[in-house]
């Protein structure tokens, strides 16, 4: 009865949800992040399917603020965090995070796709928008684009202003 008790707790959806990021942030406190990641991105993204779409997302606001918190220094492990969980839930902070890396790593049409993705799940992203206009301004030929984008951030920023 107890063993059975234990694995209701490990496969509970909040034990799932916390528990893999809270041991990856203590082993990275402990100067262990290679660990951290073995512990992050070792679980077969399976594990999670079943997990409440609320969870799921609390999981990838997990992995995305350890990723962008704790692997400051690691661009490439960051990238392997951030595309595990998009792999388990599309989720517009993740993709906002993947597009900002890879525009950083001047893989600018990477950048734009992903920032295209998380305005599909969220079009109401004025940052979104502003980035995506002032990263189409640079490439040849997306003027028009990037007037569009412009406009959709400025209208955006004066709808949630009241204006």
Known sequence: MEVQGKMQFLRGAQTRTYAPTWTAVTYTTLGHADLAL???????????????TSRASILAENYTTFALSFLKDRPADQEKVLQFILGIIPHESTLNSLASIEWSQENKQEAISYWNKSLQLNPNQADVYQALGEATLELPGQRDAALFYLQKARQLNSTLQGE
């Open 38 to 52: 073995h512990v992050l991105l070792n679980t077969k993204p399976e594990y999670f399917f079943d997990l409440p």
